[in-house]
């Protein structure tokens, strides 16, 4: 089911791997398959926000900031699942969200990029 779709049935949505593995950590095609596809896809995407120095960065603005914040703003969307090992990070990860909403211009940015690359078989991951 599409978001609209769920929006319009008043369901609650919950968004799953928003931070997509982190799949922009690595250098080289990471050896777990889960995190294969993303990363194929970034190769490609080459988004600012996931590239050079904001990979790494802990701000609301690097690569986990922007991509948790993308994710939340969507209408519809009430809740984000993101998986750690280390448990100061849950906290840390819910703080980043508090820059609220991305720009329309940086949110403008990742929609037109994603529309001129993704490849039709881009689906959603289980
Ligand atoms: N139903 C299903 O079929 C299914 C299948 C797979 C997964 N899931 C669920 O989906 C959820 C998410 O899956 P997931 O954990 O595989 O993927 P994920 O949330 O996309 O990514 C988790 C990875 O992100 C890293 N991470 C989290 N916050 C970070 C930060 N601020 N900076 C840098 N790295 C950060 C974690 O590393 P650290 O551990 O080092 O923090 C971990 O390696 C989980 O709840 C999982 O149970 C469901």
Not at 2 to 21: F, H, Q, Y
Not at 96 to 124: C, M, N
């Amino acid at each position: 089911m599409t978001l609209p779709a769920a929006l319009k049935r008043n369901m609650g949505v919950i968004a799953k791997r928003p931070i997509a593995n982190v799949a922009w950590r690595y250098d080289a095609k990471p050896e777990n398959g889960y995190h294969q596809e993303y990363w194929r896809r970034l190769q490609e995407l080459k988004y600012d926000f996931a590239t050079g120095e904001a990979r790494a960065r802990v701000d609301a603005d690097g690569a986990v900031g922007t991509a948790m914040r993308f994710t939340a703003m969507q209408k519809g969307v009430h809740v984000l699942i993101v998986g750690t090992s280390k448990p100061e990070r849950w906290k840390q990860n819910a703080e980043l969200l508090r820059a609220g909403p991305l720009s329309a211009e940086v949110e403008a940015s990742i929609r037109a990029t994603w529309k001129e690359t993704a490849q039709e078989d881009w689906i959603g991951q289980t």
